[in-house]
């Protein structure tokens, strides 16, 4: 099964940046489609935004956001700008089987990552 490791969380303050990564096998970026979701405490786990073909975003995080696959480093970046603190989460790397056009429907997805917290806050 494909693994996917995170990194890259931590604590920011409203406004800033952050880079979050997954770290997967050599040749598994252009076999599978990828997704970031995120779950807060006390609410549902939601999807973020994915990348196939093309890349989606979710309204709360569209033109703040932006995911990308880095070959050079065999990842999956989700680099985080103008940070709010309802940003604070859990997020979690995902891997499911190639698409073409992507969507954050966590049923599509069948490998997950162990989460990094991501704490927006002055």
């Known amino acids: 099964q494909l693994q996917l490791v995170e990194s890259g969380g931590g604590s920011v303050q409203p406004g800033g940046s952050l880079r979050i990564s997954c770290t997967v096998s050599a040749d598994a970026l252009d076999l599978y489609t990828f997704g970031w979701f995120r779950q807060a405490p006390g609410k549902e786990r939601e999807g973020v935004a994915c990348i196939g073909l093309n890349t989606f975003y979710v309204a709360s995080v569209k033109y703040r956001f932006t995911i990308s696959r880095d070959y050079g480093e065999n990842a999956v970046h989700l680099q985080m700008d103008s940070l709010k603190p309802e940003d604070t989460a859990v997020y979690y790397c995902?891997?499911?089987?190639?698409?073409?056009?992507?969507?954050?429907?966590?049923?599509?997805?069948?490998?997950w990552g162990q989460g990094t917290q991501v704490t927006v806050s002055s």
């Open positions: 995902a891997a499911g089987p190639w698409s073409q056009y992507c969507s954050v429907v966590s049923e599509k997805y069948d490998a």
